[in-house]
Structure formats: C-alpha cells, structure tokens
C-alpha cells in the first residue's frame, strides 16, 4: 500500500501532498492495536513525503476520559503528523464535513470501511456534497473479508473494534 501511494505523489504532485485521515483511534493510544499501529508506522515510513493530517477520537479504546494533554478540537503535532481530537460530541455529518472543507488537503485516507463515524459519515459528505471529493483511499482492514462477517457475528456491528 506504501507503494501505490508513493507512486500517486510521484506522479500527481509537484509538492508535499497533504494526507486527510481519518481514524477512530489514534496516539497516544494503543488498546485499539493494530489501527493506531499501521497509521503511525505509515506517517513514520512516508512523513518526509507526505503531509499527514489524522483526525481521530480524543481517548482509547474503550476509555470514558480523553487522552491527558492532547488538545481538543485544534490541530496539535504529534511526531511529524497534525492530529485533531474531537470529543463524542462534535462528530456529526456537519463537523465532519466542515473538517474536510476547511483543511487543505489533496488525498483523503480512511483508516476502516465500516466505522459510522470516521468512514460513513466522510463518505456521506462527499455524496451529498458537503465536502470536497478529492481522490480517496479506504482501508478496509479486513472487513471486506467473509470470515471477518462470520467471526464477529453476534457483535456490535460489522467490526468488533470500534
């Protein structure tokens, strides 16, 4: 995946492109596992070639308080990516999309295929309009797969992990 992405800057952009995400979890947590790991290895791996801005939950996996000294709301440096916290709260359709109208950006990344928040409601933004439809990368993180349907039957949703 690292290489399609290098290939689409080679070719696309004469300039760092910036790189929307969007993760329902992020650092400096860790209980989500392997999410927050493959975000955080792609900004180490492509920081120097791509401007990462990630947009995330501000507490994880599991917790009711946020992450003690993250900024809530703003952009905030974390390692050599720009991360926005957003409380329970502020993640309806509108915030999202205003998110995406209102930070430059040349790829959108969605880090799930089906979490309701950080894929679902960009998606419906760009279908209806409300934000811009930039070239988009989703991350289906093995959902797509039939023994992933079957393995969380019984459970909160397609994915156990949101």
């Not at 792609?42 to 801005?53: I, K, N, Y």
Request: charged share 20%; with cysteine; aromatic share 12%.
């Amino acid at each position: 995946m690292f290489g399609r992405l290098k290939k689409l800057k080679k070719y696309c952009f004469p300039v760092k492109p910036v790189v929307l995400t969007f993760a329902h979890y992020y650092l400096p947590g860790y209980r989500a596992g392997g999410p927050i790991r493959t975000i955080a290895n792609m900004v180490d791996q492509l920081g120097d070639e791509f401007d990462f801005r990630i947009v995330t939950t501000d507490r994880d996996f599991g917790d009711s308080v946020p992450y003690p000294g993250v900024s809530i709301g703003q952009w905030m440096k974390v390692g050599s990516a720009s991360v926005y916290y957003m409380k329970p709260g502020a993640r309806g359709l509108q915030h999202m999309a205003r998110l995406m109208t209102e930070t430059p950006h040349d790829i959108q990344y969605l880090n799930s295929f089906f979490d309701p928040g950080f894929t679902l409601k960009p998606l419906i933004a760009r279908y209806l309009g409300l934000a811009p439809k930039k070239p988009l990368v989703i991350a289906p993180r093995g959902s797509s797969r039939l023994e992933h349907w079957r393995s969380s039957a019984g459970k909160s949703g397609p994915t156990s992990r949101h």
